[in-house]
């Protein structure tokens, strides 16, 4: 009879244990950055390389577009700009992604990528308002998601 009471027993704590790591594997670590895309080659080329996770090259094309882009598509620029620089040098950081932000402020990429970069920076609480801010503009998008996950689990 012992066995089978110490076989429920380990059964139950096997259970337990396994739920805990469900809820930690439901907990991300780092905040999901987005690209944007615009009418514009640069902007294009900064967006593809913000999705592959190739920082360098994404800072790169996100200055030029900056630079050499119209009003109408900076903001775009601004976003993958925001993604690439939280990533590298992290000098202008904040101004850069709220300059996406201020010009392209009914996208939800501008508020995802200010959000994860003030998250770099340190500044939950100003994470967690971008975060909102990007879910009240598009709460189905799974970057949206993870990072709205990452804020509740910060504030657990």
Do not use: K
Not at 7 to 27: K, R
Request: hydrophobic share 50%; proline share 4%.
């Amino acid at each position: 009879m012992l066995p089978r009471i110490s076989l429920a027993l380990s059964g139950a704590l096997a259970a337990v244990m396994l739920a805990g790591t469900a809820a930690a594997q439901d907990c991300p670590s780092e905040p999901a950055f987005v690209p944007q895309s615009a009418g514009n080659r640069d902007v294009a080329a900064a967006a593809t390389r913000v999705e592959r996770q190739e920082w360098r090259a994404a800072e790169a094309f996100g200055w030029r577009a900056v630079e050499g882009a119209s009003s109408t598509v900076q903001g775009a620029a601004y976003v993958n700009l925001c993604a690439a620089v939280a990533h590298r040098s992290r000098d202008q950081l904040m101004a850069i992604c709220d300059a996406g932000v201020a010009m392209s402020e009914i996208q939800w990429t501008a508020h995802t990528n200010r959000g994860a970069a003030r998250w770099m920076e340190g500044d939950l609480a100003g994470a967690a308002e971008d975060f909102r801010a990007a879910a009240e503009l598009a709460p189905d998008e799974p970057a949206v998601r993870h990072n709205l996950a990452l804020a509740a689990c910060a504030a657990e």
